[in-house]
């Protein structure tokens, strides 16, 4: 398979990343919801994407897409949450995790084609610097399944939402996508989520039917 190339007892196509498509460009929006770019000095580059086990249906779809065979890893997350009159309760959440070794080429890749940091990156992470509107929505649709939210209201009439969180300019770059994609004007505006850090939330609705 072309771009498969075995390193140590880890495989992958290397080649996934090297030109943006629609497709690698939605593994990309999800890495950069959901995932991290890790560049060590001593055991190698590493991509990793953890996530809740209620969705590892989605690591194993990027597992096959990519020809790999490092396994998902399911492990629980202990998580304790104050509550009133000063008692804690403690939670255990199931998470699954899909790292990608000696991934070098792909953190390059992902760095200088999709702008995603190296590190942490949720605080500071840009838009890609795109201007083919397939691949941008292919990146807006891994970071909808990331980060995002779609739901239909019937309380009144049908109305789809679809809410996005990210940093400010990230949003204001996809609210520009959608509206070159639809060719009209949303009206809605990307306002601050969460006070105290740099979160922001975009949310459109389409009314489907009165």
């Given at each position: ?23 690698n460009s939605s593994v990309a929006g999800f890495i950069a919801s959901d995932g991290h770019l890790d560049k060590r ?123 996005m969180l990210g940093t400010e300019n990230l949003l204001n770059w996809c609210k520009s996508i959608l509206e070159k ?30």
């Open positions: 398979i072309l771009g498969l190339i075995k390193n140590k007892r880890y495989i992958k196509n290397e080649l996934f990343f090297d030109i943006p498509n629609s497709l000095k001593k055991n190698g580059s590493v991509v990793y994407i953890t996530i809740s086990n209620k969705d590892r249906v989605i690591l194993e779809n990027i597992a096959k897409i990519v020809n790999t065979n490092c396994k998902i890893k399911d492990f629980i997350r202990k998580t304790i949450l104050p509550l009133r009159s000063g008692v804690e309760k403690e939670y255990n959440n199931l998470f699954s995790s899909l790292h990608f070794y000696n991934a070098a080429n792909w953190v390059e890749n992902l760095n200088t084609k999709w702008n995603i940091p190296i590190g942490n990156k949720s605080l500071s992470i840009e838009a890609p610097k795109f201007d083919d509107i397939e691949i941008s929505l292919g990146y807006i649709i891994g970071l909808i399944s990331g980060d995002g939210t779609i739901y239909l209201d019937k309380s009144k009439y049908e109305r789809l939402s679809i809410c994609f639809l060719n009209k004007k949303l009206e809605t505006e990307v306002r601050k989520e969460r006070k105290t850090s740099n979160i922001y939330i975009l949310k459109i609705c389409f009314i489907t039917r009165l």
